[in-house]
T-cell receptor
Framework: DGGITQSPKYLFRKEGQNVTLSCEQNLNHDAMYWYRQDPGQGLRLIYY???????QKGDIAEGYSVSREKKESFPLTVTSAQKNPTAFYLC??????????FGSGTRLTVV | SQKIEQNSEALNIQEGKTATLTCNYT??????LQWYRQDPGRGPVFLLLIRENEKEKRKERLKVTFDTTLKQSLFHITASQPADSATYLC??????????FGTGTRLQVFP
């Protein structure tokens, strides 16, 4: 079955710690995206990538970093510079002019 | 900048009735408009895409309309069922590299 796999489902971060969220897809999609979802605020774009080895900042990129070394993988690192990282993180992929396929999400909590 | 408005209040309807959700936007019309379903704690699932030059699109019990004069899309679920209870998101595609998502409307269908 084709799809997007996000891991882990739940993640706890201590103050000052960097954590990396995994996102893998086997849909052969060129484009991949990372969104953050907070209650009542909808989906906000963090980073996106249209091709391997290239990515662009979204609306709320500060405190986050990404890499796109392989077409299938688009990991997101939440750095210690992100002051309010507690949120639900969603990864998605797409082909042109069609709907996005989303993963099941990672819920990150600062402890 | 573009803004999307979806009714933040939940829509409560009785089973068997038609649910109608609204998506309004400002400024210029998108090339495509998409609708997604999101269940609690899960990633959104793509439902339908409608193009700027299409007035209506149907898929089983779902119907989407797109009125570029009113700058509005309506999403209908006919013969609604309790299993249709979820949050429904609309998203605008301006033929750029990314979608703009609304905050969603929660639908509750009562038996």
């Amino acid at each position: 079955d084709g799809g997007i796999t996000q891991s882990p489902k739940y993640l706890f971060r201590k103050e000052g710690q960097n954590v990396t969220l995994s996102c893998e897809q086997n849909l052969n999609h060129d484009a991949m995206y990372w969104y953050r979802q907070d209650p009542g605020q909808g989906l906000r774009l963090i980073y996106y990538s249209q091709i391997v080895n290239d990515f662009q900042k979204g609306d709320i990129a500060e405190g986050y970093s990404v890499s796109r070394e392989k077409k299938e993988s688009f990991p997101l690192t939440v750095t210690s510079a992100q002051k309010n990282p507690t949120a639900f993180y969603l990864c998605a992929s797409s082909t042109r002019n069609y709907g996005y396929t989303f993963g099941s999400g990672t819920r990150l909590t600062v402890v | 900048s573009q803004k999307i408005e979806q009714n933040s209040e939940a829509l409560n309807i009785q089973e068997g009735k038609t649910a109608t959700l609204t998506c309004n936007y400002t400024n210029y019309s998108p090339a495509y408009l998409q609708w997604y379903r999101q269940d609690p704690g899960r990633g959104p699932v793509f439902l339908l895409l409608i193009r700027e030059n299409e007035k209506e699109k149907r898929k089983e019990r779902l119907k989407v309309t797109f009125d570029t004069t009113l700058k509005q899309s309506l999403f209908h679920i006919t013969a609604s069922q309790p299993a249709d209870s979820a949050t429904y998101l609309c998203a605008l595609d301006y033929n750029t590299d990314k979608l703009i998502f609304g905050t969603g409307t929660r639908l509750q269908v009562f038996p």
